[in-house]
């Protein structure tokens, strides 16, 4: 398509410092897998932040953000009190959708490796909807 | 007030089965606290299906139920994989909230037990609103 | 690998009814997109539970499932008091894990698809470990 | 008690910055009520650490804290992408519990208050145990 914009890939573009609390754990002792997902997505809505792009604004623009699709590698449990680092870099921008690379890592080391489509839609017809110019902008730039 | 309405208390008016999942428990290898509270409202979810009156109906007319307050006791843990009944009755009814008693149990033994203030609001001014009928006239019968 | 067991796929092996909670979705009004990895492992702990196989007795005998990878499509949103049904199929055996592939549909209609990995391991040296007698039993039978 | 130990209330003894998630939100567009219990232990977690007492260290010797009892205000809702505070103070302290005062805070608005008492406990035999000497030093200076 030629609305594909390829964006150089960095090794960490952002990142989110997440400190593991008991909610976030299971009886396993470990961080519920599920829970990397929460980690991602705070990891993305800050990103959002520095670029300037409120979700607030976008929602009363009618703009939604929604994982359309997701690939999950868990690697290495995380632990009660770790202190992770949840790391983005965009691997993909299309004109409706970003390919997010995204980790969750301990001291350097990976725990969860992360491949997240997010699109965006207009949230009264649900129906796909162009990405806002605001982000389209911060990212081609 | 002379809108209140003492309602009968009775041993249980309403319970659910909820059963423990790992999502639910926290390192410690118990129920997380935070959950009882998840699982007294899915109790108060069915029990307004049961009275024929649907959250989505009520949203769509601004109707919105808010907790307003509660008081939690843990009396003892819930554990992984643990078949719990989860209890509820009335104990006051007023114009605009319902006062709930909650319990969590498991083969009869108390392991959670909660006062629970919810009232009606108006979605759009988010301002205290009066109990739907439908409700009403099924509790005051 | 000589240790893997094709399992026959059948259209819904097993399936679990969830309703949909307020404590499920978000304020895009539909159930958050890292809950459904909740819904799909309920689905996988009641199936163990028609196999006989006991989470609990696992764990004091130090086998302990995790969760290796997965693959989700988010393919349209659950609502609030939506009744779901979440099935569960084992695409393939391993000696050490489980391929499953998973779906939430409303009405027949598909709502998320999963592909989700679950290996064994030993509680206490998190090394992978073969899955326990009982459940090759089952499965290969 | 004589091991009661009063110990003066200050307006502000811990507060922890928490912003809002989507994850923290439900689909009446405010955070879901049971979330407030999260962010209070997540300021709980991050005074200990401050004290210089880990939950991993505490777990390690045995030493469990587990919610006794909690008393919830819902003043105002919380929205997303809000910054919070959550502030904390040692209301009363005794052998073996601890009396919080806790508050959510959005620019100096209460949004919620909580009343948590907070146990130690043997994590093996689950019985009443006495505060770690580390912390008793802390807050009886």
């Known amino acids: 398509m030629t609305s594909d914009v390829k964006v150089p890939i960095e090794p960490a573009a952002f990142s989110l410092p997440v ?6 754990t299971d009886a396993g002792g470990v961080v519920y897998h599920a829970n990397y997902l929460k980690y991602f997505e ?5 990103w959002l932040d520095t670029l300037g792009v409120s979700q607030r604004t976008l929602l009363s623009e009618n ?9 999950l590698d868990f690697v290495r449990p995380a632990l009660l009190n770790d202190q992770l ?13 970003i390919d997010f690379l995204q980790q969750a890592l301990r001291n350097g080391e990976l725990l969860c490796r992360a491949k997240i489509k997010v699109a ?4 009264l ?3 796909p909807a162009k990405l806002p110019d605001v982000l389209m902008q911060h990212l081609q730039s």
């Open 63 to 71: 703009c939604q953000f929604v994982v359309v699709s997701c690939q």
């Open 42 to 46: 705070r990891a993305r809505s800050d």
């Open 125 to 127: 017809t649900k129906k």
């Open 19 to 24: 400190r593991v609390y008991i909610e976030d």
């Open 120 to 123: 965006c839609i207009d949230a």
């Open 85 to 97: 680092t949840v790391a983005l870099q965009v691997e993909r921008l299309r004109a409706a959708s």
